[in-house]
């Protein structure tokens, strides 16, 4: 099995509904670390997972239309908690639909919210 991993830092903020976690409640930022691992046993035809270029391309557009945003005001979290583990979700989706994935594999975000706590969303493809 192979794997290529690409990561991206950003900031961006939001505030947690649908229960009492106190001063997470109220709006703050983190500074997210975005990791994409896809994994496969197949490689085209140059050798490559798929191209970081163009993994590059899609975590670049994925992370400019989170970053400096009010997770709560985008559309993707339209009456949504927006978790971590939703956040992993809503990228997985972004990044999908961006880049040609080869054959059979799985596709993983992982998205860090400090140095010691993340969430993944891991779906095969």
């Known amino acids: ?32 670390v975005l990791e994409l ?3 496969s046993e197949g490689l085209d035809k140059h050798g490559y997972l798929v191209d970081i270029v163009d ?3 899609a975590l670049d557009q994925t992370v400019s239309y989170f ?6 005001e985008t559309p993707e979290f339209k009456d949504l ?17 961006a880049i040609a994935l080869p ?12 140095e010691s706590c993340w969430a993944s969303f891991v779906q095969a493809y």
């Open 1 to 32: 099995m192979y794997k290529v991993s690409v990561q991206r830092n950003f900031i961006a903020q939001h505030y947690l509904i649908g229960g009492d976690w106190g001063d997470e409640n109220k709006p703050h930022s983190h500074q997210y």
């Open 37 to 39: 691992v896809i994994k």
């Open 55 to 57: 993994i590059e391309a």
């Open 67 to 72: 970053a400096d945003r009010m997770l709560n």
């Open 81 to 97: 908690n927006p978790s971590l583990e939703h956040f992993c979700r809503i990228i997985w989706e972004k990044i999908d639909k």
């Open 103 to 114: 054959g059979k594999g799985e596709l993983e975000i992982r998205l860090w919210e400090n």
